[in-house]
């Protein structure tokens, strides 16, 4: 069974840094490209920020470009979200999500539906 389990998140002053971490477990995310999605409160599904499982090419959203960076640890198995400069509107549940079918991790982010498997989610709340 595939399960991927996000955690690190939590309250944070705006400018304000956290790190999210994803553990995937019955899988190897060597096999996997892997990303991380965000969902505020009455708005749509966005996806902030995608990696390739090769080439480690990265994708970040226009909203989050320069102030969050993607990585992975395949002998980890695990997948980081490092925030920095961190705003109110970065408020939201974040989510890790994998899949082996995009075509490219900006199609990967933009698809908001539907990948092999996701996480449950962590929630992130900048404010003062």
């Known amino acids: 069974e595939v399960q991927l389990v996000e955690s690190g998140g939590g309250l944070v002053q705006p400018g304000g840094s956290l790190r999210l971490s994803c553990a995937a477990s019955?899988?190897?995310?060597?096999?996997?490209?892997v990303g991380w999605f965000r969902q505020a409160p009455g708005k749509e599904r966005e996806g902030v920020s995608c990696?390739?499982?090769?080439?480690?090419?990265?994708y970040y959203s226009d909203s989050v470009k320069g102030r969050f960076t993607i990585s992975r640890d395949n002998d980890e198995n695990t997948i980081y979200l490092q925030m920095n400069n961190l705003k109110p509107e970065d408020t939201a549940v974040y989510y890790c999500?994998?899949?082996?079918?995009?075509?490219?991790?900006?199609?990967?982010?933009?698809?908001?539906?539907?990948?092999?498997?996701w996480g449950k989610g962590t929630l992130v709340t900048v404010s003062s």
């Open positions: 999500a994998v899949d082996t079918f995009s075509d490219t991790i900006r199609t990967m982010c933009l698809n908001i539906f539907e990948h092999d498997a």
């Open positions: 019955g899988i190897a995310l060597n096999d996997y490209h």
């Open positions: 990696m390739s499982r090769r080439e480690g090419r990265t």
